[in-house]
């Protein structure tokens, strides 16, 4: 537990003149599990590329042993052209995952994420949850050094959520280094260890109590008449996100809900319910 | 492992549709060039060779163009290494390249065995010539055009004029180097097309020794401009 597996020294990150960080050190030990919180652009899915090399930094050092696997779950999965199932198999042959292994654990995962009857579906026509639990998906297929995960929840449904939360615990029971970029306390209480906000190009270590106290606000929206195939909304802010045939469902934080309110109501949804 | 990534690229490519207009070009460019009757092999084969470098240079750039950055990330990572990602991104290339060599130089003998399109009769080194040049100007063509993709060259003018400037100087610092002597200081930074058709001018075949040294010269350019990539790739990152 003790051995760091990412090392970073002095790391500044600039995106053209914008500072994103500004003299960051950092130990991530192995199997550590780390929740990455922040508002959003502070950072954190820079810090996650960052960590596995996709993105140049501007100075500083990260040192990481060069066979260090990674599997990513970004927040935006690419809506590809090609069907869901069929990107899964390509996926899994890279990976070198002989084919018996391969059916084995793919008709666990498609199960276990109720995919099944999505996997003869083009990836560009899935929504957003669907898409996510894909991309959940390929991160699964084998087991990495270190998974990295970007918001890995939005837009799935509750009990995709809970199987996804059980199927990462196993992994860091297995020794698995976890880093994840969320803003679910829920999420974060279930699976980190430690915890380190993202804030004025700098971060910092935070205590749990110190996030679990954020107030959310329940809300509730018909869906739009027009719009039965129905697309998760593309707003930021919202957390623990349902839907189903009538209505979608979420929350956000207090500080946030009248903004993301008004941009519901402007996007054409009509509210059902509303709690803070 | 390559094979599964060639096959990811290949399917991704093909869906992409990116090879609709560039197959479509190339066929109006095969019925125009073989409508005539009676060509020199090797006159047809220099020009359909330097044709398709110009045409692996658009689709060098238009495959780099648009990509799906999130699923280009999770393939590097899954590769564990930025250049094994670009060497195969270079291989996929070098297999299109292949394919469309096949057709330039197939087609046209097959023709050739139907209704006698070449003055002279097709031997088996202006075959394998004939295939080679085209296999390693298409791969150089795609190179260059992977070299002027947006994350090298932001501004799509600028990369798409800096494409045209290529070929067009590729295919004329022949002359210029004749005109103005000192160029060839400077012109031979440009694709060696020149030195594929000054080995074989004036032959009415071609044959493997003059190609010897266009060879040597073709392979070092293809070396050169991997490694400009991919060391600039690694650079610049997503």
């Known amino acids: 537990m003790n051995i760091p597996i990412i090392r970073i020294k002095n790391l500044v990150k600039k995106y053209d003149d914008r500072l994103i960080f500004d003299d960051v050190s950092l130990d991530i030990m192995k199997g550590e599990s780390i929740a990455l919180t922040g508002h959003n652009g502070m950072g954190k899915s820079t810090l996650i590329k960052i960590l596995c090399g996709l993105t140049r930094i501007t100075s500083g050092e990260v040192i990481r042993d060069k066979n260090l696997k990674f599997n990513y779950i970004p927040e935006n999965f690419s809506q590809l052209n090609i069907k869901a199932g069929e990107y899964i198999k390509l996926i899994g042959e890279i990976e070198g995952i002989s084919k018996d292994d391969f059916v084995k654990k793919t008709n666990y995962l498609y199960k276990e994420f109720n995919l099944e009857n999505m996997i003869n579906t083009s990836m560009k026509n899935l929504s957003k949850g669907t898409l996510q639990k894909i991309s959940v998906v390929q991160a699964l297929l084998s087991k990495p050094d270190i998974l990295l995960l970007d918001e890995p929840l939005s837009g799935q449904d509750s009990d995709s959520q809970k199987t996804f939360i059980r199927m990462v615990r196993e992994l860091i029971k297995d020794g698995v280094t976890v880093i994840m970029s969320c803003h679910e306390v829920f999420l974060i209480d279930q699976l980190s260890s430690r915890i380190l906000q993202v804030k004025d190009s700098k971060i910092f270590e935070i205590k749990r109590a110190d996030i679990s106290s954020e107030k959310y606000a329940s809300m509730t929206f018909y869906r739009k008449e027009a719009d039965k195939s129905f697309v998760t909304p593309n707003i930021n802010g919202i957390y623990e996100y349902h839907e189903n045939e009538d209505y979608i469902e979420f929350k956000t934080k207090i500080s946030e809900s009248n903004r993301v309110l008004t941009e519901m109501i402007n996007s054409g949804y009509t509210l059902k319910y509303f709690e803070r | ?238």
């Open chain 2, 1 to 238: 492992m390559l094979i599964s990534v060639l096959k990811y690229n290949f399917k991704m490519y093909m869906k992409s549709h990116k090879y609709i207009m560039p197959f479509f070009i190339f066929i109006i460019y095969m019925v125009m060039a073989y409508s005539i009757r009676l060509l020199d092999i090797v006159g047809s084969m220099v020009s359909s060779a330097a044709f398709l470098f110009a045409l692996m240079t658009w689709i060098g750039f238009t495959y780099c163009s648009n990509i799906e950055l999130i699923a280009e990330e999770v393939l590097i990572l899954k590769l564990k290494s930025h250049t094994r990602y670009w060497v195969s991104k270079i291989i996929f290339m070098g297999v299109v390249g292949v394919f469309f060599s096949i057709l330039s130089v197939g087609l046209p003998i097959i023709y050739n065995l139907i209704c006698n399109v070449f003055k002279y009769p097709v031997t088996f080194s202006d075959i394998v010539v004939s295939f080679i040049i085209h296999m390693f100007l298409s791969i150089i063509g795609a190179l260059i055009g992977m070299l002027l993709q947006p994350r090298i060259i932001s501004n799509r003018k600028m990369a798409i004029l800096g494409a045209i400037f290529i070929v067009l100087m590729s295919i004329i610092k022949g002359p210029v180097i004749n005109e103005v002597p000192y160029s060839k200081y400077v012109m031979w930074i440009f694709p060696p097309i020149n030195e594929v058709s000054t080995a074989y001018l004036d032959l009415m075949h071609f044959n493997i020794a003059n190609l010897i040294m266009p060879l040597i010269i073709m392979i070092i350019y293809i070396f050169i401009e991997s490694f400009i990539l991919i060391k600039r790739m690694k650079k610049v990152l997503f």
